[in-house]
């Protein structure tokens, strides 16, 4: 990694943990900068402006997610569901400061938020819908096929959006992978997401 960008690098870590520490209207570019030690111009060369720092903090994010999803919808595992909740776990807690970040705008339901993250979210949605139900439609799924999707992106994302509730941080490979053992047998034991797919 060349200097150029490495500064770029430094400046979207920056930006990721003062967005997650202090919301992102409530960081300005500025703070970013000053934290950074890097000029303000320097920012608005590689970004433009804060939503397009934001903008590319999302797409860190979003792209090798929707792989790991595109990467099980082709695999030939057994259990696919818990394979895939182990890896979603493993890979939110392993950028969780970012993955806390994203989904607490989106939970402010910003047009900010929807317009930037809507592409993202549409792709998610399909991938998680032919991986659990095998249908590659939005309009193929019936309401209880709906609401098993909606209960096991709760499940997937309520650690990060309730962050107060997890004391202790995931800083280390073991505790990452902990959390993840114990949370996805937690959320796999019943099979309530695969009982309520089959019903449906």
């Known amino acids: 990694m060349n200097r150029q960008n490495d500064t770029r690098q430094k400046v979207l870590d920056v930006a990721c943990r003062l967005f997650y520490s202090k919301g992102f209207n409530g960081t300005s570019v500025r703070d970013i900068a000053k934290e950074a030690n890097v000029n303000v111009s320097l920012i608005s060369y590689y970004f433009k402006s804060k939503q397009g720092l934001f903008e590319s903090l999302a797409i860190s994010y979003f792209e090798p997610y929707l792989d790991i999803l595109e990467n099980e919808y082709y695999s030939e595992v057994d259990e696919r569901l818990e394979s895939l909740v182990r890896k979603i776990l493993h890979y939110n807690q392993t950028n969780y400061q970012l993955s806390c970040l994203l989904y607490r705008e989106l939970s402010l339901n910003t047009v900010f938020a929807r317009e930037?993250?809507?592409?993202?979210?549409?792709?998610?949605?399909?991938?998680?819908?032919?991986i659990l139900f095998g249908k590659s439609s939005q309009m193929e799924i019936t309401f209880k096929e709906k609401l098993?999707?909606?209960?096991?992106?709760?499940?997937?994302?309520?650690?990060?959006?309730?962050?107060?509730?997890?004391?202790?941080?995931?800083?280390t490979e073991a505790s990452i992978n902990h959390f993840v053992e114990v949370y996805s047998e937690l959320m796999t034991s019943y099979k309530s997401v695969q009982k309520l797919a089959a019903k449906a």
């Open 116 to 130: 930037m993250l809507v592409t993202y979210l549409a792709k998610e949605n399909h991938l998680l819908t032919q």
């Open 148 to 171: 098993c999707l909606l209960q096991l992106k709760g499940l997937l994302n309520a650690p990060l959006m309730m962050p107060h509730e997890f004391k202790d941080p995931f800083i």
